[in-house]
């Protein structure tokens, strides 16, 4: 792993950090609220790639873990990383790879269409599936309960994931990506 790449996983993680700084919008019939950090999370996956993402959001979450407040709410330690939140958080690094692994995939070819159905697949579709079912099994309710619940991030998390789309695009010449596709295959 190069410095540059290091540079950017740690950049990433901390992009996820100030977004956690926006006050969550807490609903009353979940225990999870709504924020803006899946935004990063969709962004470290199809910026920085598969590799780079993944490793940004375990930074993210090892930082968590030893209680920096870092999540929504100023919240962090191993509190939230126990309750009903987990699955959420949890699926983070999952999400990265596999955006970061699609849109890899899609580089030469890539469409703002591609970028959002790759985002939404598998930055509101997969993060709300393994949260809600983690969320149902932390809070003793039924898997279908914890779905339909989980259901209400589903239109917020779609326009993140059409935002970060967009400033892909808009700065895609400078994502490592870019810099994997240029470079000459070395063997």
Do not use: H
Not at 50 to 62: C, D, P, Y
Not at 115 to 133: P, R, T
Request: hydrophobic fraction near 60%.
């Amino acid at each position: 792993m190069s410095i540059k790449d290091v540079v950017l996983a740690a950049l990433f993680a901390a992009l996820l950090g100030v977004l956690g700084m926006m006050p969550p919008i807490p609903l009353g019939f979940i225990p999870v609220p709504i924020t803006l950090q899946t935004l990063g999370v969709i962004l470290a996956g199809c910026f920085l790639g598969k590799r780079v993402g993944t490793i940004s959001m375990l930074l993210f979450i090892g930082l968590v873990a030893i209680g920096l407040p870092l999540l929504s709410g100023g919240r962090g330690g191993m509190a939230p990383l126990l309750g009903p939140s987990v699955g959420y958080i949890l699926s983070w690094p999952i999400a990265a790879f596999f955006i970061g692994y699609f849109t890899e995939k899609a580089w030469k070819n890539l469409t703002l269409w591609k970028v959002i159905a790759i985002n939404f697949i598998f930055g509101v579709v997969l993060v709300g599936i393994i949260g809600a079912v983690v969320m149902a099994l932390m809070t003793n309710t039924s898997i279908v309960a914890g779905l339909i619940s989980g259901a209400v991030f589903i239109p917020g998390d779609t326009i993140k994931a059409i935002v970060a789309a967009i400033i892909l695009l808009q700065i895609k010449s400078v994502s490592p990506i870019q810099q994997k596709v240029l470079r000459p295959i070395e063997q």
